[in-house]
């Protein structure tokens, strides 16, 4: 079974940085895409950022900018640093990585981003 494994979530204050990682069991060269999703409270689950297995990357809007997503194949690994945090940026963070044509994907089991003074 393959697992993904969130980690770097934790309590920051405004304006502060974060770096998520997300390392899998596999190699992420498996993958079409991996990305991060978040879920605040009483919202739905939502995309940050994604990177497909040509390096392309994306950011919602509201992210770009502040967001950086990346990679290391070695370490089988993808990083989200996350720059001038904002109180609504808190959420549980998700990692996905898609597979396949269909396409699957499998999720982690998400690590907590709290931005709050």
């Known amino acids: 079974q393959v697992q993904l494994v969130e980690s770097g979530g934790g309590l920051v204050q405004p304006g502060g940085s974060l770096t998520l990682s997300c390392a899998a069991s596999?190699?992420?060269?498996?993958?079409?895409?991996m990305g991060w999703y978040r879920q605040a409270p009483g919202k739905e689950r939502e995309l940050v950022a994604n990177?497909?297995?040509?390096?392309?990357?994306h950011y919602v809007d509201s992210n770009e900018g502040r967001f950086t997503i990346s990679r290391d194949y070695a370490k089988n690994t993808v990083y989200l640093r996350m720059n001038s945090l904002k109180p609504e940026d808190t959420a549980v963070y998700y990692c996905?990585?898609?597979?396949?044509?269909?396409?699957?994907?499998?999720w982690g089991q998400g690590t907590q981003v709290t931005v709050s003074s």
């Open positions: 596999i190699s992420i060269t498996a993958f079409n895409v």
């Open positions: 996905k990585a898609e597979y396949g044509f269909t396409p699957s994907a499998y």
């Open positions: 990177i497909t297995s040509i390096g392309r990357t």
